[in-house]
């Protein structure tokens, strides 16, 4: 694992879909207000951190790999944070992201006491508008012979449409740079064929046209040749949240990670670092199983921190040493 993890830093990785600014505000509650029964909470700071696709390139980023960022953000006051935050991190994001009368998507999560007390979403309707797909691609063409991974993060915002990933599977056959998809199934995308996909468990039964009591045991058989049969994913990862992962390989389950999650804070991003370490490790040249015990126990790491949240290659090995 550490010869794998001294790999990142040479493995180049692309990543294209939704950006978000993710903001903090953090507070204490001590008494109820008077105008309506509901906590009074005193701020005492804000932080600000990337979110949605943003938060896959920052953990691409914590790893150490060479990551370039693509999508749209706001010339708006959002816009300037997020790209303050990803250049922070050595993010390469281009300013010409930055769109005119594109708002920013911001969520703000109101914390108090190391807990969530509510989310505050600002984002205008995506149908106000459309993104220049042709730009997005042009520009990532010029940069895929460099690459040895592209990941699309759809968060079903608009950046993400079948015309990009369709194009982006026939330059793979000129370029070899592998496709990872986390998808967002309400969206039918055709994305048949791409290197690997990461749903969780809502979005697999949803991929597979499968209903399931949540209280029932997970149909981990018929959720993976469902996928298949539809998408037919080189390597198929579900994350099944305190029940670890299914590693799926032509519609069967070949193999079961438990979880190694010791504690839970938070469970925001832990979605972009299952796919950021999976594609990272491949991209590096681990087997599917192998990449998968990496990003079982990046994320382990991850939720248990408070916030959107990433992790080091030492953090991993000392987890791993000590489990």
């Not at 369709?166 to 070899?176: A, I, K, N």
């Not at 046209?209 to 049969?229: K, M």
Request: proline share 5%.
């Amino acid at each position: 694992m550490e010869q794998l993890l001294k790999q990142f830093s040479q493995t180049p990785i692309l990543v294209v879909g939704d950006l978000m600014l993710d903001h903090y505000l953090w507070g204490d509650a001590t008494r109820i207000s008077p105008e309506a029964p509901v906590p009074v909470v005193a701020q005492y700071r804000d932080s600000y951190t990337a979110g949605g696709a943003a938060n896959v390139a920052m953990n691409l980023a914590a790893l150490g790999a060479p990551v370039e960022l693509f999508g749209w953000c706001g010339q708006d006051t959002a816009g300037d944070q997020l790209a303050s935050v990803l250049a922070g991190q050595g993010i390469t994001f281009s300013p010409d992201w930055q769109a005119e009368g594109v708002p920013t998507i911001q969520k703000t999560r109101v914390m108090v006491r190391q807990q969530q007390l509510c989310r505050i979403d600002r984002e205008a309707h995506r149908d106000q508008y459309a993104f220049d797909t042709d730009a997005c691609l042009k520009a990532l063409e010029s940069k895929m012979a460099a690459a040895k991974a592209i990941i699309i993060s759809d968060y079903a915002k608009g950046v993400v449409t079948e015309k990009l990933v369709s194009r982006l599977l026939e330059l793979r056959e000129s370029t070899g740079c592998l496709i990872a998809l986390d998808p967002k199934p309400k969206r039918k995308l055709d994305a048949k064929g791409v290197d690997l996909m990461t749903p969780n468990r809502d979005e697999s039964l949803q991929m597979a046209g499968v209903n399931a009591d949540p209280h029932d045991p997970f149909p981990e058989a018929e959720v993976c040749q469902g996928i298949w049969e539809q998408y037919a994913p080189r390597h198929l990862v579900v994350t099944l949240g305190a029940d670890g992962m299914l590693v799926c390989d032509e519609g069967k389950v070949a193999h079961r990670i438990p979880t190694v999650a010791r504690e839970v804070f938070d469970v925001s991003g832990a979605g972009d670092t299952v796919i950021a370490t999976l594609t990272l490790a491949l991209a590096a040249g681990a087997e599917i199983e192998e990449a998968a015990h990496l990003a079982n126990a990046a994320a382990g790491l991850a939720i248990g921190k408070l916030g959107t949240a990433t992790v080091t290659p030492q953090e991993i090995l000392d987890y791993v040493q000590q489990a």
